[in-house]
């Protein structure tokens, strides 16, 4: 109880005011939970470090969960109790944007609090149509209109030029950011090639490099190419 009277910084208010007390391997820790809807998870503080008050993992995690706005929201507040009444409640009572899903294999997604800037939905579109194969003018679909717009008919979607030239866009940045990748690479690149036909008869050539990159392995496709009739 004594530490909790210090505990008067607004980042406190996004997680349960009352930590769970564990011991790990004979120490002793605080367990802060989020207080995100959906979200599971726990910030440990060990008592017996010299950071034991430090906030920063706390604060990373409310950036994430809770969205950069919401934090700065906090950051212009007095202290705890004012962020937990006026700006914590109003998001949890408003529960527009789900937080959580379950991702099979791949363990759990989650979403921040606030909806997103115009930058952001930009963004999205441009991985989404790209991942999934999706045309540009889906973003003009009644039904994707509907969800997106139900509940907050404000919200920007842009349209499918603006999505066209996001995407294009993306994609050169991308090339440039590759090819400094592979010419700035000091250890062993192989490259390799693929030849298929697809579904229209035409004859199509693949070109990639792998290599290892901070531990993990790379493919990156470099090119495709149409091959000419002899």
Known sequence: EQLMKEWISPIYAFFDPTPAIESIDGRRAHSFKCMGKGCKVTIRRFLDKKDARSTGNMRKHVKSCWGDDVLQAADEARNADEVRTKIVAGYLKDGSITTAFERKGKGKVTYSHRQHTRTETRAELVRWVAESLRPFDIVKDRGF?????????????????????????????????????????EGKLNFTTDGWSSPNHRALVAFSAHLEHKGVPLSLPLDIIEVPKV
């Not at 209109?145 to 994609?171: A, C, H, N, W």
């Open 145 to 185: 209109q509907s969800l997106m717009k139900t509940g907050r008919p404000e919200y920007y979607i842009p349209s499918p030029s603006t999505v066209s030239r996001d995407v294009r866009l993306v994609f050169a940045k991308t090339r440039q950011r590759i090819a400094k990748m592979i010419n700035e690479y």
